[in-house]
């Protein structure tokens, strides 16, 4: 198994944001994780990716656990963050940010450049690798993050909304690349076309807790409703929390 | 690690060259402070040679500036999550913090130099010669290191930039004026002195004056191994709020 997690749960003081999670990722499987805003999305995947310990529970990633051996952990994933500002590489082309985050996963020093390029050529920016990221447009630099998740080659890749406020062309585009790879992806998304196509299988939470788990036809069937909105909807409600 | 190091010190590098404006200015400055303090106050101070004099207080000055600022990275990383992407890699903590001393350390040695250049018309030449100035530059390291390292542990202790600024604006120019920079210890008023002599940038800035002034004399190993403890204790409690910060040992 590339992630398997054990009741895995997070507690910000009084608050629960994830509670007991259990589920997992098979080789080469695209797993979503979907649910409605705070519903502990997020919160799940920092802590898978290390960057946040867990309360309670344990959880492995590509055999390693997350508290023993986070270095291996981090070894073995490409994370791709929901939110992060570019203004700290502006000043850098995409060719630089990728050649620095290659060295920085320890990519041999002879392979650097090459493995920049590959990554670029990969989501489609080999004509703007050397362009300032400061005059990327926002689906440039999403694909960009992605392109920087790859350089190591990793066992799973992690994308926490990775077409948020893309266009439906640039959209298409990152799933294109996604499908193409062949790795493990665990995505969480708010986009049920995206989760429709994408995945392999769904996990639907709310508060915390898993409410439904299947292939998006598995989980469709069962509530006999034509859509994945549908079907989000009927398992976490029509309030807005 | 060392492959790290580099990796993160290339980063600003690049983005140094890039911030063509922000260069320019930063390397300007000490040569006003020069003019200005220098200059200025020479024909109001009774020390012969007040140039010579105030030249380890405007180095002093200048480090301090860009020392502070170099905790800036740092705390956009913070704030943008970059840092918690570079977390979310294989990297020794350590390497972080240690890329932004290599990078300050060599942006501060090339600036001091630029200003002993700009003291030479000024006919101020360092009594020590080269091996002085190579004295300096020690000097100059190891207080980048203690203000670095504090502004770092700022960084990282504070909720948010505007924290940081309110402070680091705070404390910079008193740190400043309550040293000998511009005054030696023995002409200050009594209540002064104390902190003059509590004050870190006291020994960098007698190390320095000593080197430009007189010569190698028994009070330079002394006021750099004051110095070095200074700075010893400020990586300390630099890594300590870093590691506090990431929730991570650093190793
Ligand atoms: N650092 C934190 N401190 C306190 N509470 C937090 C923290 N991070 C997350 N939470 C809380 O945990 C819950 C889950 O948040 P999380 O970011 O995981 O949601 P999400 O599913 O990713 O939502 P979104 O779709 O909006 O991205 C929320 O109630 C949030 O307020
Ligand atoms: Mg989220």
């Known amino acids: ?241 | 690690m060392t492959q790290e190091v580099l990796a993160l010190t290339r980063r600003w590098v690049i983005i140094l060259f890039r911030e063509r404006l922000n260069l320019l200015f930063s390397v300007l400055q000490p040569a006003v402070w020069l003019v200005f303090f220098a200059g200025g106050l020479s024909g109001a101070v009774v020390i012969d040679d007040y140039i010579a004099f105030a030249l380890p207080g405007v180095i002093a000055f200048t480090v301090v500036g860009n020392s502070v600022t170099a905790a800036m990275p740092l705390l956009f990383d913070k704030e943008t999550g970059y840092l918690d992407k570079l977390l979310s890699m294989p990297i020794r903590r350590g390497s972080i913090l240690l890329s932004r001393f290599v990078f300050q350390v060599g942006m501060n040695s090339a600036q001091v130099i630029v200003i002993l250049l700009i003291a030479l018309p000024l006919g101020v030449r360092p009594a020590t010669g080269v091996p002085g100035v190579i004295g300096i530059l020690v000097t100059t390291a190891l207080l980048t290191l203690a203000i670095t390292s504090a502004a770092l542990a700022l960084a990282c202790a504070a909720p948010s930039h505007g924290t940081f600024f309110a402070i680091t604006g705070f404390a910079t120019l008193p740190l400043l004026f309550m040293s000998n920079a511009f005054v030696p210890v023995d002409s200050m008023p009594a209540w002064m002195e104390p902190i003059a002599r509590a004050n870190p940038l006291t020994y960098a800035i007698e190390a320095m004056r000593l080197l430009v002034m007189e010569g190698w004399g028994g009070g330079v190993p002394v006021a750099l191994g004051v110095l070095g403890v200074a700075s010893g204790a400020l990586l300390g409690v630099g890594v300590w709020q870093f590691a506090r910060q990431t929730g991570q040992r650093v190793a």
């Open chain 1, 1 to 241: 198994m590339i992630v398997e997690t054990e009741a895995l749960g997070r507690t910000f003081g009084e608050r629960t944001a994830v509670d007991a999670l259990t589920f997992h990722i098979a080789p080469g499987e695209i797993v979503g994780l979907l649910g409605p805003n705070g519903a502990g999305k997020t919160t799940t995947i920092r802590m898978l990716a290390t960057l946040l310990p867990a309360s309670s529970g344990t959880a492995r990633v590509c055999g390693h656990d997350i508290r023993d051996d986070p270095d291996a952990v981090r070894r073995s994933i490409g994370y791709v963050m929901q939110q992060v500002s570019p203004m700290g590489y502006y000043l850098l082309t995409g060719r630089e940010k990728a050649e620095i985050e290659a060295s920085l996963y320890h990519v041999p020093r002879r392979r650097v450049k090459e493995r920049a390029a590959e990554v670029l050529d990969l989501v489609g920016l080999t004509e703007h690798a050397d362009q300032l990221v400061q005059e990327y447009s926002g689906g440039m630099q999403k694909r960009l993050e992605l392109a920087c998740g790859l350089l190591h080659r990793p066992e799973l890749l992690i994308l926490d909304e990775p077409t948020l406020g893309l266009d439906v062309q640039s959209r298409h585009h990152v799933w294109e690349h996604i499908r193409t790879l062949g790795v493990a992806v665990l995505l969480a998304t708010n986009y049920m076309d995206e989760a429709d196509r994408l995945c392999d299988r769904l996990t639907i939470i709310d508060h915390g807790r898993t409410v439904a788990t299947g292939t998006p036809a598995e989980l469709k069937e069962a509530l006999g409703v034509l859509t994945l909105d549908d079907v989000f909807l009927a398992h976490t409600g029509r309030e807005v929390s």
